[in-house]
Structure formats: structure tokens, C-alpha cells
């Protein structure tokens, strides 16, 4: 997956993603491999990170001193599996508010101001360096408003970060046709992951042609763009996680994209 970052030479070098930068993310997380479970030490093992561990490298080059950022959708964490660096990383800037409808906005303890609403809702009279979105634009019913909204609160040259669900995956297409009451059972069967943590999809703005369309229409461009290989869908049991990662390293080889994948892309604004 290096390489696919490698090749936005339109980008600036401050946000291209190496293997240093993952290890970093990575370390930043499991620390020594001893003692943590068997999870991190075969994802090491086969030089694999986390469609996660991309994004949270990402907004670790994008935050910088006095930059003011605007977290959308951040429920009770910026980084839901990597506290350690959204603490840092709310240190380092110089203002991270976080908006979201949810009442588990209220247990966020990072975020320096927060929002009990929607972005569409949102008012403020300031602009924002950064604006990212991890793993809510598959709810959004109504993209083009949201957009639009982003556009209102993204600094000319500020950047829009969009990680999320690619609409034509595996996990996305199943859940798209399982009934939402589901939904939860599902995800604690594979992830071991709380009620209130599910919500329903929509999946409007979940390829990349729908982002495209969406972020030019007020104002943006696509600065950069990756599909990111997600080796996560049955990592809750050894074995099947290691038929995952050894089908994503057969695949790799092949010089094929894994079926199972995420979107991330950075949108500036002009």
C-alpha cells in the first residue's frame, strides 16, 4: 500500500506516509510486541497496518503547531484505538473541536470545545486549517448539505480529511442488505464492538467518484486519494486473520487490490 501513497506526487511530501511513520502509529499504540495479544504481533509479522493506523498517520503530519481543527463526527474519540496520540495531538494544535449529534460526544475528553450537533447544524463564525471525518460519511442522508457546510468552515488552502467505507466492498454490500436491527449482533460477533457504537448507513458518498463530484461542486479539489486494504473483517480469531493477511499478501503480490477496502481523501479548498 506504500506505493499507492507514493504516487501522489501532486501532494506534499509532509503528508505522504512511510513505513517510519507507521511504525511510529504503530508502536505509539502496542509498544513492545510483549505482552500485547496475538493481533498486533501477526499484523507485524507480516508488515501489515490498519486502514486506522493510515489515517492516524495521516492526521499526525496534517496537525501542526497552531493549527485549528475540526473534528465531525468524533463521538467519544478522535482515535477510537489510539488515545495515546489524540492526546498529543490536542496538545500540539491549537484548537480541536469536535461536532456530533451523538449524546457520546459528552464522553470525549480530548476535544478542547465540543458540539452536540450535526455539521448541517453546526454554527460558528470561525474557519478551520483541518477538517477530518473518520468513519461517518457512510451516514450522512443528505452529502451535498454536509459538503456544503464543510465548505463553509475549511480556511482557503485548509484540508478536508474523508476516511470511510469504499460503498462496493464485501462488509459494505452485506450490510447494506442485512436488516439494521442486525447490524449490532453482527458487529459483536466479528468485533466485539457496543450498541451504541451502531449506526445506520447510507453509504452516498462512499467511492471515489461520489467524493469527487461532491468536494469540486463547492469548491474543492482532490489533493490525494487511496484505497486502503482492510484485513480487519474476521480478525477477532487467530485463524481466520491469518487466512486474511495471507490472502492479502498473495493478492499483493499479484498486483491486485484486496476486495476488502477503505476510502481516505484529502480535499483542499481553493
Known sequence: METEFMRADIFSS??????????????????????????PTIRKRFNYFTPDEYYEAIVNKLVTVNCEWLDVGCGRYVFPNNINLARILADRC?????????ETIDENAVVH??????????RSDRTFDLITLRMV?????DPEQVVKSLSQFTKPGGKVVVYTINRWSAVSIITWLTPFKLHHPIKTLLWGSEEKDTFPVTFRMNTR?????????FGFREKYFTYLDDCRSLSRFRATQFC??????????LGCRYPENCLLG????L
Open 137 to 141: 460519511a457512510e451516514h450522512f442522508i
Open 14 to 39: 509532509s503528508a505522504i506516509v512511510t513505513d517510519v511513520d507507521l511504525t511510529e502509529i504503530f508502536d505509539m499504540r502496542y509498544g513492545e510486541l510483549n505482552g500485547v495479544g496475538w493481533g
Open 94 to 102: 491549537a484548537l480541536l473541536v469536535g461536532v456530533d449529534p451523538d
Open 113 to 122: 470545545r465540543r458540539h452536540k450537533t450535526s455539521i448541517e447544524n453546526f
Open 244 to 253: 486474511e493477511l495471507y490472502s492479502w499478501r498473495v493478492l499483493r503480490a
Open 209 to 217: 467518484g461520489a467524493l469527487v463530484r461532491l468536494f469540486q461542486r
Open 266 to 269: 484529502i480535499y483542499e479548498r
